[in-house]
């Protein structure tokens, strides 16, 4: 199987900065795409950035000019810089890695997701 381990989130001012990891870990064979979603209170969960199947990025305009998306490949991990962040950031944010995995002794196409962070942007 595989798991996603997220850390990075907090409390932070308006204006302020923090950076989101995430760790892919387990029988990957490949990962296609890899982001970050987030899911505020009473509202849908929303793509904020990531990679696409082809290797470039995506961001949602909320958070273009702010967020930038990147990653190691060799650690499977990938990172959300958010700067200048806004009380409206405040969310749940997961990350979502589409894999292909080795289970058992099959190659399936697995979408994980972790568990989710906080991140709270208040004065």
């Known amino acids: 199987q595989v798991q996603l381990v997220e850390s990075g989130g907090g409390l932070v001012q308006p204006g302020g900065s923090l950076r989101l990891s995430c760790a892919a870990s387990?029988?990957?064979?490949?990962?296609?795409?890899m982001g970050w979603y987030r899911q505020a209170p009473g509202k849908q969960r929303e793509l904020v950035a990531g990679f696409t199947t082809g290797g470039s990025t995506t961001y949602a305009d909320s958070v273009k000019g702010r967020f930038t998306i990147s990653r190691d490949n060799a650690k499977n991990t990938v990172y959300l810089q958010m700067n200048s962040l806004k009380p409206e950031d405040t969310a749940v944010y997961y990350c979502?890695?589409?894999?292909?995995?080795?289970?058992?002794?099959?190659?399936?196409?697995?979408?994980?997701w972790g568990q989710g962070t906080l991140v709270t942007v208040s004065s």
């Open positions: 979502n890695a589409k894999t292909i995995a080795l289970v058992t002794t099959v190659y399936r196409n697995l979408e994980v």
């Open positions: 387990g029988s990957i064979v490949s990962i296609n795409a």
